[in-house]
Nanobody
Framework: QVQLVESGGGSVQTGGSLRLSCAAT????????MGWFRQAPGKERESVAS????????YYGGSVRGRFTISHGNAKNTVYLQMNSLKPEDTATYYC?????????????????????WGQGILVTVSS
């Protein structure tokens, strides 16, 4: 039924850029919110960015604010993460997530508990 597929990961040098893409499949699926999370080896899962599909409101985790940009395409089930000025500490597995519940816009969109569907994750490696 509903599946999230990430693409665009890989290896890049410090200061470089990558763009991650995520597409949610399922003819009847209409997400209201999508986001990105990441987890580095030995660390807890961390909020990266989220976006409300309808109005376009965005929220960012403090460690990526000013460097990463989340956006969505014409399709409501597609989201992108533009990552600039990458640092070694950005190295992690990045997960795309989506939710379809109606919610009031707010910073709680960075709470992973608000998302029902998750991708398998894609590896991003930043070398010094």
């Amino acid at each position: 039924q509903v599946q999230l597929v990430e693409s665009g990961g890989g290896s890049v040098q410090t200061g470089g850029s990558l763009r991650l893409s995520c597409a949610a499949t399922g003819a009847s699926f209409s997400p209201t919110m999508m986001g990105w999370f990441r987890q580095a080896p030995g660390k807890e899962r961390e909020s990266v960015a989220s976006i409300y599909i309808g109005g376009g409101s965005t929220y960012y985790g403090g460690s990526v604010r000013g460097r990463f940009t989340i956006s969505h395409g014409n399709a409501k089930n597609t989201v992108y993460l533009q990552m600039n000025s990458l640092k070694p500490e950005d190295t992690a597995t990045y997960y795309c997530a989506a939710g379809d519940r109606t919610m009031v816009v707010g910073p709680w969109a960075l709470d992973s508990k608000q998302f029902e569907y998750w991708g398998q994750g894609i590896l991003v490696t930043v070398s010094s």
